[in-house]
């Protein structure tokens, strides 16, 4: 696999919007011609070589290409965006939208990401070493279709509002979550390991959560229905099973109601 | 102003019997001349395309609250679709409810120089007029919906035609409004007591007025005023299945009604989106639900003062919104996304509810088939014209696909065997695997310009290349003779005009958008009563009594709401 390293030389006075950051779009391009890919900065264009030290080659194709990003990028956003294949690395904290809408491929952030990471995917892999931000694998704004497959695997917290209108694939956050977890769920399963404060599970129609510490205050609309011992992302233990949300809509299947199903560790 | 010569291409005029023959077409000071008459002009080259009259649209939601809603709540609907701005043109954005800017640039491109916006909320006129004019280019203007307006429950109840065509032409004075627009008729207003009216004779709470009664009081005082546009009527039970005997209720409601007008309009009853009021059947399942086309346009076709508009479902995900209210809210309840509602105070509601017209489906591929069917069986195409209830049906920059179906068998088998999943129970379930006609360029011509002007009482302005009309030319990339092997051609051609000349001025020049348009008109019509003091007792009551606004506050000024009118005047006093 062929390896193209960016290294930031300049912070930006505004965010760069840097969508181009992709394997995709780098494969079978020279150094020069990934230096003169544009970046927006507010209204105008701008050269991505403007911001960034370029070194290394590109696969022929996406899935032949690395993009190692060796600096802070917490002022980039969109790096990943609408990947299909290929590795994305960062080692350095990374602005919004890392990985949005990404269908295949693998993003390593080895440092943080902002809000609306993994923002609609379809698939691939997008793991996160330090914390993440809202909107984690949600849906864009209005939108009523969340992320769909792959996973995304936080090492740290992530904020709120993760999984919004999740349709499918996983979320495993490490740390703790803040308020909102799978809004309006339909598919899909969210594992935190550690705390969520409330509204877990608000309007959710179908999916699995699963939460490993406490929930501050549980949503009104599930119920209790039994205790289950399973194994989940490798914990084995004594889950309460609880089903929801009471409030919403629900489709059936063999005659049998489905529910969301929220599960909590003992 | 630079006159124009349009040189060698195919034109097609129904209004002068042109049919295809290659000739000159000319425009000097804004209006159209004989191309004989003028000597020194710019010349464009038209060889090899084809020459119509600019595109008239009878039936669009293109401005005011209801779509500023749409645009506001789906977010989605603009993500990566804006276009940044180049040159003269600004910066465009959005799909299924796009910005005032696209929708300019997108009747400038399919080659039309009139829209009528279908549904204004009297109240909320001045957003409707401040929205048409920021769209550039196209000349406007919007029917004010009357068909669940107290005022008219009222007067019709006590069969007061008079009476309502003077608060007709009151408020088309006060909202400058266009014409009568009639949405579900009673059945909104029932909504507000948790009801609707279903059939032509359910009868609206309270009010105690049926359907009946409001479509046929409609029409009377519409040519009692004798406005240059007919009823414009929605019919009740839309989208439901077994709905069509209450369109035949409804259209037949026009039996005995002549028009009345100088305008040369022959029709008295516009039915809108006729596809969505034409369904048999007990649900949407394909063992229940079919087509009821044929059964309605033998009727359409028998009468000789109805027309109507396709409402043909583009296969697309869009943004329904309507003034039929209780339709939206059952609508959410069936695809459970979001969904938005307003209520009107004393005049309408509204809804809005995205929608996936998935051809996956049988329902929504039979609703595409029912569109054309209609389109392809009515005798005289002077009487249909081409929509597709935009953004209800399908959104407005997918004429060109429609015309492409209508044209071509070939593109409508491909449809069928290919894109729809149930290509085989649509074939059986409705009648458009039995149609193999082609609308030609001339029939297209006449149902998306001619016929939609002289129902709209245009037909002395747009909708012809007759000398002395406005100088509204478009000029498709499409050659007759050449481009009839691949239906693709036709839809890429109707929507990417080579030249439009829109009142003498050069808008498209070889494909792009040159001008953002200098002289965007808002039509409206002024029609002159007697004195009816019964009516203005009534509305100035009504002020006092219900309206969360003044009288004051309520008119449409037009020195700032119509900074460019054009006012059609009627006189009605005798």
Redesign the interface.
């Known amino acids: 696999m062929a390896k193209i390293t960016l290294t930031p030389t300049k912070i930006p006075t505004l965010r760069l919007e840097a969508e181009n950051i992709s394997p995709d779009i780098f494969a079978g391009k020279s150094k020069e011609e990934i230096a003169q890919l544009h970046v927006f900065v507010g209204k105008e264009s701008q050269a991505l070589g403007d911001y960034f030290e370029i070194a290394g080659e590109t696969g022929s194709t996406a899935a032949d290409t690395t993009i190692v990003i060796n600096g802070d990028v917490s002022r980039v956003k969109y790096i990943g965006m609408k990947m299909t294949a290929g590795e994305v690395v960062i080692n350095g904290d990374a602005d919004m939208y890392v990985g949005a809408w990404m269908t295949g491929g693998k993003i390593n952030a080895n440092g943080s990401v902002d809000a609306f990471s993994g923002l609609g995917m379809t698939g691939g892999e997008l793991t996160i070493k330090g914390n993440a931000g809202n909107y984690l694998g949600a849906a864009y704004r209005g939108d009523w279709r969340g992320m769909q497959g792959g996973t995304i695997r936080v090492s740290g917290n992530a904020g709120s509002d993760i999984g919004t209108f999740m349709r499918g694939g996983t979320i495993i956050i490490g740390g703790n979550v803040d308020v909102h977890v799978g809004t309006h769920m339909e598919g899909g399963t969210i594992i935190v390991q550690g705390d969520a404060k409330s509204r877990v599970g608000g309007q959710m129609v179908k999916g699995d959560i699963y939460v490993f510490g406490d929930i501050e205050v549980m949503m009104p609309g599930f119920q209790y229905r039994k205790d289950v011992d399973i194994e989940v992302d490798g914990t084995e233990g004594s889950f309460a099973l609880y089903e929801g949300d009471m409030g919403e809509r629900h489709g059936k299947k063999k005659g049998e109601t489905i529910y969301g199903k929220l599960y909590m560790k003992y | 102003m630079t006159d124009y010569i349009i040189r060698n291409g195919f034109v097609y005029d129904p209004v002068l019997g042109i049919n295809g023959d290659i000739m000159d077409v000319a425009v000097r000071d804004g209006k159209i001349v004989d191309a004989g008459d003028l000597t020194k002009a710019t010349e464009i080259d038209a060889s090899g395309m084809t020459v119509m009259a600019g595109g008239v649209d009878i039936h669009a939601h293109v401005a005011g609250p209801k779509v500023n809603v749409g645009r506001n709540?789906?977010?989605?609907?603009k993500?990566f679709r804006g276009v940044a701005g180049s040159g003269v043109k600004r910066m465009e954005a959005g799909f299924s409810v796009p910005t005032v800017i696209r929708t300019g640039y997108l009747y400038a491109r399919m080659g039309f120089g009139f829209a009528m916006e279908a549904a204004m909320p009297p109240l909320y006129a001045r957003h409707t007029h401040e929205e048409m004019v920021d769209t550039p280019i196209i000349d406007q203007g919007a029917l004010p919906v009357f068909g669940n307006n107290w005022f008219v429950l009222e007067y019709i109840k006590e069969n007061e035609v008079e009476n309502t065509a003077a608060y007709i032409a009151w408020l088309l004075a006060q909202t400058k409004g266009y014409g009568v627009k009639c949405v579900n008729p009673g059945g909104t207003e029932s909504w507000g007591w948790g009801m609707n009216c279903e059939t032509v004779d359910d009868v609206v709470p309270y009010f105690d007025v049926t359907p009946r009664q409001i479509v046929d009081g409609l029409i009377a005082a519409n040519e009692m005023l004798g406005l240059p546009h007919c009823m414009h009527v929605h019919g009740n039970s839309l989208g439901e299945p077994g709905n069509y005997g209450v369109t035949l209720d409804t259209l037949k409601i026009a039996e005995g009604h002549k028009p009345n007008n100088e305008f040369g309009r022959e029709s008295v009853l516009h039915h809108t989106h006729l596809q969505f009021h034409c369904y048999g059947g007990e649900s949407y399942a394909s063992k229940s639900f079919e087509s009821k086309s044929k059964e309605v346009m033998d009727y359409v076709n028998s009468t000789d003062n109805i027309t109507f508009d396709l409402g043909v479902v583009t296969l697309d995900e869009t943004t329904t919104m309507t003034a039929d209210g209780p339709f939206e809210f059952h609508l959410s309840h069936m695809n459970?996304?979001?969904w938005a509602n307003t209520d009107v105070e004393l005049e309408t509601a509204a809804g809005i509810v995205?929608f996936i017209y998935n051809p996956k489906t049988f329902i929504a591929g039979a609703q595409w088939a029912i569109g054309l069917e209609l389109g392809l069986m009515v005798k005289d195409p002077m009487k249909a014209y081409i929509t597709t209830d935009a953004p209800n049906a399908g959104p407005l920059m997918r004429y060109p696909r429609v015309y492409k179906w209508l044209m071509s068998a070939k593109a409508r088998e491909d449809m069928l065997d290919n894109t729809l999943k149930y290509g085989d129970s649509i074939r059986d379930r409705c009648y458009i695997g039995e149609l193999d006609r082609e609308i030609s360029l001339y029939e297209l011509a006449m149902m998306t310009r001619a016929g939609p002007a002289k129902t709209l009482g245009l037909s002395h302005m747009f909708g012809s290349l007759k000398a002395g009309l406005e100088g509204d030319i478009a000029v498709y990339p499409y050659n007759p003779e050449s481009d009839t092997d691949d239906p693709e051609k036709i839809e890429y051609a109707f929507g990417n005009c080579n030249t439009l000349l829109k009142g003498g001025e050069l808008i498209i020049k070889e494909g792009e958008v040159v001008s953002n348009g200098k002289q965007k008109r808002t039509f409206w019509v002024n029609a002159k009563t007697n004195e009816n003091p019964v009516v203005e007792r009534d509305i100035s009551e009504k002020f006092k009594r219900y309206y969360t606004v003044t009288q004051n506050n309520y008119t449409v000024e037009g020195h700032h709401y119509l900074p460019n009118p054009y006012v059609i005047e009627v006189d009605a006093t005798k």
Do not use: C, I, S, V
């Open positions: 709540f789906r977010p989605e609907d993500l459970n996304l979001k995205p």
